[in-house]
Protein backbone atom coordinates (compact mmCIF):
# COMPACT_ATOMS: atom_id res chain seq x y z
CA UNK A 1 0.00 0.00 0.00
CA UNK A 2 1.39 3.44 -0.99
CA UNK A 3 1.39 5.91 1.84
CA UNK A 4 -0.18 9.62 0.71
CA UNK A 5 1.91 12.61 1.07
CA UNK A 6 0.98 15.52 3.37
CA UNK A 7 -1.89 17.49 2.59
CA UNK A 8 0.55 20.57 3.03
CA UNK A 9 2.57 18.48 0.23
CA UNK A 10 0.13 17.99 -2.07
CA UNK A 11 -1.23 21.67 -1.71
CA UNK A 12 2.69 22.63 -3.04
CA UNK A 13 2.83 21.11 -5.54
CA UNK A 14 -0.11 22.14 -7.08
CA UNK A 15 1.07 25.53 -6.59
CA UNK A 16 4.25 24.44 -8.26
CA UNK A 17 1.92 23.05 -11.45
CA UNK A 18 -0.22 26.53 -11.17
CA UNK A 19 3.63 28.55 -11.68
CA UNK A 20 4.38 26.26 -14.81
CA UNK A 21 1.04 27.04 -15.81
CA UNK A 22 1.16 23.34 -16.60
CA UNK A 23 -3.00 23.38 -17.26
CA UNK A 24 -2.70 19.48 -17.40
CA UNK A 25 -1.06 18.76 -13.88
CA UNK A 26 -3.09 21.56 -12.46
CA UNK A 27 -6.36 19.71 -13.52
CA UNK A 28 -4.48 16.72 -11.81
CA UNK A 29 -5.46 17.66 -8.59
CA UNK A 30 -9.38 17.90 -8.74
CA UNK A 31 -11.28 15.46 -7.61
CA UNK A 32 -14.50 14.55 -9.78
CA UNK A 33 -16.80 15.88 -7.49
CA UNK A 34 -14.35 19.80 -7.12
CA UNK A 35 -16.16 22.49 -6.25
CA UNK A 36 -14.03 25.22 -7.27
CA UNK A 37 -15.33 28.63 -6.03
CA UNK A 38 -13.97 32.26 -7.22
CA UNK A 39 -15.82 33.65 -4.48
CA UNK A 40 -18.51 36.16 -5.61
CA UNK A 41 -21.02 34.63 -7.23
CA UNK A 42 -24.27 36.16 -7.96
CA UNK A 43 -26.18 33.32 -6.47
CA UNK A 44 -23.90 32.15 -3.62
CA UNK A 45 -22.73 33.50 -0.15
CA UNK A 46 -22.31 36.42 -0.44
CA UNK A 47 -24.16 37.25 -3.20
CA UNK A 48 -22.31 39.57 -6.35
CA UNK A 49 -24.33 42.06 -8.00
CA UNK A 50 -24.95 41.77 -11.50
CA UNK A 51 -22.76 44.64 -12.40
CA UNK A 52 -19.37 43.36 -10.42
CA UNK A 53 -20.31 39.93 -12.09
CA UNK A 54 -20.04 41.59 -15.87
CA UNK A 55 -16.79 43.43 -14.58
CA UNK A 56 -15.23 40.04 -13.35
CA UNK A 57 -16.78 37.00 -15.10
CA UNK A 58 -14.90 34.56 -13.96
CA UNK A 59 -16.01 35.09 -10.56
CA UNK A 60 -18.50 32.35 -9.34
CA UNK A 61 -18.88 28.39 -8.58
CA UNK A 62 -17.31 25.76 -11.29
CA UNK A 63 -18.27 21.74 -11.14
CA UNK A 64 -15.71 18.92 -11.59
CA UNK A 65 -12.32 18.76 -13.07
CA UNK A 66 -13.99 20.24 -16.49
CA UNK A 67 -15.34 23.35 -14.60
CA UNK A 68 -12.32 24.00 -12.89
CA UNK A 69 -10.34 23.37 -16.31
CA UNK A 70 -12.56 26.39 -17.55
CA UNK A 71 -12.23 28.40 -15.17
CA UNK A 72 -8.26 28.05 -15.38
CA UNK A 73 -7.90 28.73 -19.05
CA UNK A 74 -10.67 31.69 -18.89
CA UNK A 75 -8.21 33.31 -16.19
CA UNK A 76 -5.12 32.42 -18.68
CA UNK A 77 -6.42 33.76 -21.63
CA UNK A 78 -7.30 37.27 -19.64
CA UNK A 79 -4.38 37.89 -17.31
CA UNK A 80 -0.73 37.68 -17.19
CA UNK A 81 1.29 36.60 -14.44
CA UNK A 82 3.39 38.89 -12.85
CA UNK A 83 4.32 37.08 -9.82
CA UNK A 84 2.02 35.03 -7.77
CA UNK A 85 2.84 32.81 -4.57
CA UNK A 86 1.59 31.44 -1.55
CA UNK A 87 3.83 33.13 1.99
CA UNK A 88 2.15 30.57 4.26
CA UNK A 89 0.41 27.60 4.24
CA UNK A 90 -1.19 25.86 7.26
CA UNK A 91 -3.51 23.74 8.38
CA UNK A 92 -3.26 19.78 9.64
CA UNK A 93 -6.31 18.39 8.65
CA UNK A 94 -7.88 18.10 5.42
CA UNK A 95 -9.02 21.57 5.54
CA UNK A 96 -5.64 23.94 4.23
CA UNK A 97 -4.94 27.88 4.30
CA UNK A 98 -3.43 29.22 2.01
CA UNK A 99 -1.97 32.86 2.44
CA UNK A 100 0.16 34.83 -0.40
CA UNK A 101 -0.50 37.30 -2.96
CA UNK A 102 -0.26 38.04 -6.72
CA UNK A 103 0.67 40.72 -9.10
CA UNK A 104 -1.19 40.54 -12.75
CA UNK A 105 -1.90 42.31 -15.66
CA UNK A 106 -4.99 42.46 -17.77
CA UNK A 107 -4.35 41.52 -20.90
CA UNK A 108 -6.88 43.98 -22.29
CA UNK A 109 -6.04 46.95 -20.90
CA UNK A 110 -2.17 46.38 -20.36
CA UNK A 111 -3.32 47.28 -16.11
CA UNK A 112 -1.12 45.88 -13.30
CA UNK A 113 -3.15 45.00 -10.33
CA UNK A 114 -2.12 43.32 -7.15
CA UNK A 115 -3.86 41.85 -4.47
CA UNK A 116 -3.54 39.63 -1.27
CA UNK A 117 -5.08 36.44 -1.48
CA UNK A 118 -6.41 33.50 0.77
CA UNK A 119 -7.56 30.44 -0.62
CA UNK A 120 -9.14 27.59 1.73
CA UNK A 121 -8.80 23.87 -0.03
CA UNK A 122 -10.41 20.60 1.43
CA UNK A 123 -8.61 17.42 0.50
CA UNK A 124 -10.42 14.25 -0.05
CA UNK A 125 -8.18 11.20 -0.77
CA UNK A 126 -5.36 13.16 -1.82
CA UNK A 127 -7.16 15.33 -4.43
CA UNK A 128 -8.98 19.09 -3.91
CA UNK A 129 -12.25 18.74 -3.28
CA UNK A 130 -13.34 22.13 -2.53
CA UNK A 131 -11.43 25.03 -3.38
CA UNK A 132 -11.75 28.85 -2.79
CA UNK A 133 -10.19 31.80 -3.85
CA UNK A 134 -10.80 35.50 -2.11
CA UNK A 135 -8.73 38.25 -3.87
CA UNK A 136 -9.45 41.89 -3.97
CA UNK A 137 -11.94 41.61 -6.45
CA UNK A 138 -12.80 45.70 -6.97
CA UNK A 139 -8.55 45.99 -7.93
CA UNK A 140 -9.29 43.15 -10.37
CA UNK A 141 -12.35 44.79 -11.89
CA UNK A 142 -10.94 48.24 -12.08
CA UNK A 143 -7.87 46.62 -13.98
CA UNK A 144 -10.04 45.28 -16.73
CA UNK A 145 -12.38 48.49 -16.79
CA UNK A 146 -11.91 50.79 -19.68
CA UNK A 147 -14.71 53.45 -19.54
CA UNK A 148 -16.65 55.55 -16.71
CA UNK A 149 -16.88 55.85 -13.73
CA UNK A 150 -17.79 54.48 -10.52
CA UNK A 151 -20.10 56.41 -7.69
CA UNK A 152 -19.16 55.72 -4.46
CA UNK A 153 -20.46 57.99 -1.18
CA UNK A 154 -18.72 58.00 1.91
CA UNK A 155 -19.86 59.54 5.12
CA UNK A 156 -22.29 61.32 3.01
CA UNK A 157 -19.60 62.66 0.22
CA UNK A 158 -20.11 61.18 -3.61
CA UNK A 159 -16.83 60.37 -5.14
CA UNK A 160 -16.79 59.69 -8.53
CA UNK A 161 -13.93 57.57 -9.33
CA UNK A 162 -12.64 57.16 -13.33
CA UNK A 163 -11.08 54.54 -15.05
CA UNK A 164 -7.31 54.93 -14.85
Keep these: MTEQKPNKEIVAEFFAAFGRRDLEAVASFFAEDIVYTVVGDPDGTPPLDPESKQAIPWIGTYHGPAGAREFIAHLQRNIEVIGFGPQE ?76
Design 89 to 164: VIGDGDVIAVFGSFSYRAVSTGRRFDSDYVIRIRLKDGKFSEYSFYENTYAVAAAFRTKGHWVQVFDGTEVKVPAA
